[in-house]
């Protein structure tokens, strides 16, 4: 004869449950820490390649050049859309 449980998961509707919450947290716990450490990574490249750019005495780059740079970086997704409009506004004046 076969019970049919009515209501509430049993022990194991619970457990089930409980680990697919659980590897969803980690799911995406890890985007977060891969997308931060992706912008943590731009951002020191940028600061090297300003200290670099200021000890060799090139001259700045152009404003054509930076604003294909921070499109290069909204297009990887290191730049929001509301982060990218801020940088151009900062270099339009």
């Known amino acids: ?11 194991l509707g619970t457990i089930a449950r409980t ?6 947290a ?10 931060q450490q992706a912008r943590a990574q731009q951002q020191q490249e940028a600061a090297a390649y300003e200290r670099q750019a200021q000890s060799s005495g090139a001259a700045a780059p152009s404003l054509g050049d930076q604003l294909e740079q921070l499109a290069a970086l909204h297009s990887a997704g290191v730049l929001t859309d509301a982060e990218l409009a801020s940088a151009k506004r900062r270099l339009l004046g």
């Open 1 to 11: 004869m076969l019970v049919r449980r009515f209501g509430r998961p049993g022990l």
């Open 26 to 35: 980690s799911v995406t716990a890890n985007a977060v820490n891969r997308r």
């Open 19 to 24: 680990a697919v919450v659980a590897g969803t």
